[in-house]
């Protein structure tokens, strides 16, 4: 059970475009999801936490105008990374918490790389 | 808000030796503290936690210790073996409300054969 998932897996998009990351909780239902960046060879840097049906929390230094979150229900969180550039590269994770479930433990999903060209 | 620092950031050992990764926090309201192992380009997996009311926890061949006072906390493998080669991070949380975790750096650990 807690199966988090991610899609899509990896992306290659074009300067200047927006690329969508969807994160969904297939058996649990999600209270909060958090948004996670990792560069290579670097720990995981939150980026946002978001919770169903209000507007994201972004942590210092994260442009909540670049990286859009949309937290439409208890089972789906949404990263835009809009007007990409190749500094935005990087390996994105999402993770959950569950509404009813025992603990305080974070769900990851397997991460989506995005390459930016 | 939290800081957490962990060392060393890379660890190389033997095959059957026993590794330690030692993290600082900062922020002594934070009470629950995870592990992690996250292996290249895979997401990060718990493999132990405690919480602040707790000294000592151990599961197999990790344990966790926790020193409330020094704000320190250490992962223990023992028998290390090749598979346990990967990228362990510790982090800090409050046990309330949004529980935001704090990652360290990460530490590189590698056990020869």
């Known amino acids: 059970g807690a199966v988090v998932s991610q899609h899509p897996s990896w992306v290659i998009c074009k300067s200047g475009t927006s690329v969508k990351i969807e994160c969904r909780s297939l058996d649990f239902q999600a209270t909060t999801m958090f948004w996670y960046r990792q560069f290579p060879k670097q720990s995981l840097m939150l980026m946002a936490t978001s919770n169903e049906g209000s507007k994201a929390t972004y942590e210092q230094g994260v442009e909540k105008d670049k990286f859009l979150i949309n937290h439409a229900s208890l089972t789906l969180s949404t990263l835009t990374v809009t007007s990409a550039h190749p500094e935005d590269s990087s390996f994105y994770i999402c993770?959950?918490?569950?509404?009813?479930?025992?603990?305080?433990?974070?769900?990851f999903g397997p991460g989506t790389r995005l390459t930016v060209t | 808000g939290e800081n957490v620092e962990q060392h060393p950031s890379t660890l190389s050992v033997q095959e059957g030796d026993s590794a330690v990764i030692k993290c600082t926090y900062s922020?002594?309201?934070?009470?629950?503290f995870p592990w992690y192992k996250q292996e290249l380009g895979k997401r990060p997996q718990l493999i132990i936690d405690i919480r602040s009311n707790v000294g000592e926890k151990k599961d197999q061949r990790i344990a966790v210790t926790l020193n409330k006072t020094a704000k320190h906390f250490s992962l223990h493998i023992t028998e290390t073996q090749p598979e346990d080669s990967a990228v362990y991070f510790c982090a800090a949380s409050i046990d309330t409300g949004f529980q935001k975790l704090v990652f360290g750096t990460g530490t590189r650990l590698l056990v020869s054969p």
């Open positions: 993770s959950a918490i569950g509404a009813g479930l025992a603990g305080v433990e974070q769900y």
């Open positions: 922020d002594s309201a934070s009470n629950y």
